[in-house]
């Protein structure tokens, strides 16, 4: 069964740091770009940052670059969301989506399975 | 950056009833389009793909349609367990991709 599993999440001050991690099973990790979902309380989602299966493209978010950097480790299958200078704005849940399989040219993607999401808290 | 515009952004319907739900985006993206369905304190679930792809498991009552700027989600006949908030979302420019605002359906 595929299955992602998040962690991580807390509650942070704001200016603070935190990494979030997605724990995957049931797939061939390496072969799979994956992405970072966020939905704020009683909000929408937002895309914020997706890599791919070797690690070598990322992108991210505006309302999140430079602040926050994607990394995965395919030995553990294992995704990362390392988050700097938090803000307000930041709290949410956490989603990690597995992204479509890969195939070659240019082709509609969609992201599936999710993760059950991990709370971000940015409060003093 | 390409917008996503969904309508309504609520609905109120019965058990039984043929549901419509729109998905316009702010420029051309082929069939680059995503229905996802979302329950209070639950993931998102895909739905559709590639705009009227049926996602593995997904009752034949959900259907997808649409090309260009414009799209929908219809379902046929709704059960209690549709009761859920839907959000469209563009592949087609570079991730991250952009989601709708979603729409929230309701019992009547």
Known sequence: EVQLVESGGVLVQPGGSL???????????????????????????????????SGRVRYYADSVKDRFTISRDNAKNSLFLQ?????????????CARDSPMVRGDVPRWFDPWGQGTLVTVSS | DIQMTQSPSSLSASVGDRVTITCRASQSIGTYLNWYQQKPGKAPNLLIYAASSLQTGVPSRFSGSGSGTD???????????????????????????SFGQGTKLEIK
């Open chain 1, 19 to 53: 990494r979030l991690s997605c724990a995957a099973s049931g797939f061939t990790f390496s072969s799979y770009g994956m992405n970072w979902v966020r939905q704020a309380p009683g909000k929408g989602l937002e895309c914020v940052s997706y890599i791919s299966g």
């Open chain 2, 71 to 97: 799209f929908t989600l219809t379902i046929s006949s709704l059960q209690t367990e549709d009761f859920a908030t839907y959000y469209c979302q563009q592949s087609y420019s570079s991730p991250p991709y």
């Open chain 1, 83 to 95: 988050m700097n200078s938090l803000r307000a704005e930041d709290t949410a849940v956490y989603y």
